[in-house]
């Protein structure tokens, strides 16, 4: 890639947000769930470790809580991150809370910033790009396969000509379909 001077910023559209938020957020808060479990157990095991003189028993004691935490585990952390999704769903009925969705394009990477998190995926991370009459894709060759989608609807103060020259010139091919 040649050294441009690029900088794009686009505010995200209510439907563009959801599936930002289906596709990142949702997994995400997953994880996050996970591991918080696993570290506030972990820790009370390596805490009862410490406290216990018959390591027999604390090895009987820690194998029956392993068993429960993880049964446990498997039943809460699906409910408990599909709540706050769901809460963070509501919240996007506020228009100050949707302004805060926006993707930053810029020459080194793509950064999606949102009121919980800020992603970015460096631009050598695109697989492929997909311009269609109503939306422009962009494939990421991670571990998630994510899929950025981007409305060329209705967005004429978006300038998506220049996104796509600069994707052109500098990145990857676009196909048009």
């Known amino acids: 890639m040649?050294?441009?001077a690029f900088l794009l910023e686009f505010q995200l559209?209510?439907?563009?947000?959801k599936k930002l938020n289906k596709m990142y957020i949702e997994n995400l808060l997953h994880n996050i769930v996970?591991?918080?479990?696993?570290?506030v157990f972990s820790l009370y095991v390596i805490l009862d470790f410490i406290?216990?003189?018959s390591q027999a028993e604390w090895l009987i004691k820690s194998l029956i809580f392993?068993?429960?935490i993880v049964i446990i585990q498997m039943l809460t952390v699906d409910f408990i991150s599909k709540m706050i999704y769901r809460i963070i769903k509501r919240l996007l009925k506020f228009d100050k809370f949707q302004r805060q969705y926006k993707l930053v394009f810029n020459y080194t990477d793509i950064c999606i910033c949102s009121p919980f998190i800020e992603l970015?995926?460096?631009w050598s991370k695109i697989d492929k790009v997909i311009l269609t009459k109503d939306s422009l894709f962009l494939y990421l060759k991670e571990q998630n396969a994510y899929i950025i989608s981007i409305s060329t609807k209705n967005c004429e103060f978006r300038k998506m000509q220049e996104l796509v020259d600069f994707l052109e010139k500098n990145v990857i091919q676009v196909l048009k379909v």
Do not use: G, P, Q
């Open 2 to 4: 040649s050294k441009v």
């Open 13 to 17: 559209k209510n439907s563009e947000i």
């Open 34 to 39: 996970f591991c918080t479990f696993s570290v």
């Open 51 to 53: 406290n216990t003189d």
């Open 66 to 68: 392993i068993i429960l």
């Open 120 to 122: 970015t995926h460096k």
